[in-house]
């Protein structure tokens, strides 16, 4: 998890998600072939990590309810619909994955109130992943909610306060 972006930006989320507009990051697509994120199976290390995260996430992110209907798991959880989603104990992003098809150690990435996050343009959103971080937590964002997200900046103090640093 060390291989975090070497391009790293500090702005507010909505002014990053309306670069990326312009930028043409590309990523993978949102959703498996049934339309749904599978919830991740940490290790046991990230799964203790994953499980604080749950405990501390918050019941409305950017406006958005906390939905009822998402994934009942500590790994897991949906706010709203479209869901913003947030998915923790997930792989190392290929980007950062040396030997990858897609290894960029250049990869661009974004600092959110003191959380480091590797973001990728999906088809219909983004995606950000947590870099330098004993656990990967991903949130995928709809392009329904860009440019106005406040997603990040609300998950930050929960995974500064749960997911410690590698250093």
Known sequence: MSDFPRRLFRLPAAVLLTALGVSGIVGCSFTDD??????PTPSAQAAEVCRALHQRLPRTVDGLDRSEDGPDSDFAADWGDPAVQLRCGVPRPELL??????????????????????LEKQEDGFRFTTTGR??????????????????????????????????
């Open 97 to 118: 994955t040396p030997g990858s098809a897609h290894y960029n150690p250049t990869a661009e990435g974004v600092e959110v109130n003191g959380v480091l996050w590797l």
């Open 134 to 167: 004993k656990a990967f937590v991903e949130v995928t964002v709809p392009g329904k909610y860009a440019p106005e997200t406040g997603a990040l900046t609300e998950f930050a103090d929960a995974v500064k306060k749960t997911v410690p640093t590698e250093l």
């Open 34 to 39: 049934d339309g749904a994120r599978p919830v």
